[in-house]
T-cell receptor, first 112, second 108 residues
Framework: TAGITQAPTSQILAAGRSMTLRCTQD?????MYWYRQDLGLGLRLIHY???????GKGEVPDGYSVSRANTDDFPLTLASAVPSQTSVYFC???????????FGSGTRLTVV | GIQVEQSPPDLILQEGANSTLRCNFS?????LQWFHQNPWGQLINLFY???GTKQNGRLSATTVATERYSLLYISSSQTTDSGVYFC??????????FGAGTILRVKS
């Protein structure tokens, strides 16, 4: 089934450790996004990429980095995790005009 | 940036009842979308509706762009409608700004 695959589904991470959340799409969408969802705050944009080779900062980028080496993959890296990064992380993609917005199933990350 | 406000924050319905969810946004937008997050956390795109009215089964949505609001109607609600409904507006660069959501519980 076409869509977005995120891995891992969940993870418990020790504070100070690094981790990469993986995201792959097979819809050939140009744009990809990372959001975090926290109770009462809805979804907030961390980083985005409008096309392969380019990235941009969203509303809450601090402590996270991304890369977009090709169209399909958009990994999110936490260099040194802190407890405030405990959240559910969603990857999404869309075409260039913002149509066809599709979300992955999410990664539940707990930093202890 | 764009501010998106949703109301009500919580809603409890008896199965079969109708409901209206509201979304207000602070600036003119050319992309307004509604999403449903089911109890398992999956986000499903319901409507892309920058203006006008669209219907999909028991759900319909109306956006009045000049007055900066959108409404989501759920008719004859079912327990499977439970979850969180998000409204989102698009900023420059295809970035969605989400409201805090409306939590809907449909009781049988």
């Amino acid at each position: 089934t076409a869509g977005i695959t995120q891995a891992p589904t969940s993870q418990i991470l020790a504070a100070g450790r690094s981790m990469t959340l993986r995201c792959t799409q097979d819809m050939r969408h140009n744009a990809m996004y990372w959001y975090r969802q926290d109770l009462g705050l809805g979804l907030r944009l961390i980083h985005y990429s409008n096309t392969a080779g380019t990235t941009g900062k969203g509303e809450v980028p601090d402590g996270y980095s991304v890369s977009r080496a090709n169209t399909d993959d958009f990994p999110l890296t936490l260099a040194s995790a802190v407890p405030s990064q405990t959240s559910v992380y969603f990857c999404a993609s869309s075409d260039s005009g913002g149509f066809g917005y599709t979300f992955g199933s999410g990664t539940r990350l707990t930093v202890v | 940036g764009i501010q998106v406000e949703q109301s009500p924050p919580d809603l409890i319905l008896q199965e079969g009842a109708n409901s209206t969810l509201r979304c207000n946004f602070s600036d003119s937008v050319n992309n307004l979308q509604w999403f449903h997050q089911n109890p398992w956390g999956q986000l499903i795109n319901l409507f892309y509706i920058p203006s006008g009215t669209k219907q999909n089964g028991r759900l319909s949505a109306t956006t009045v762009a000049t007055e900066r609001y959108s409404l989501l109607y759920i008719s004859s609600s079912q327990t499977t409608d439970s979850g969180v409904y998000f409204c989102s507006a698009m900023e420059y660069g295809n970035k969605l700004v989400f409201g805090a959501g409306t939590i809907l519980r449909v009781k049988s």
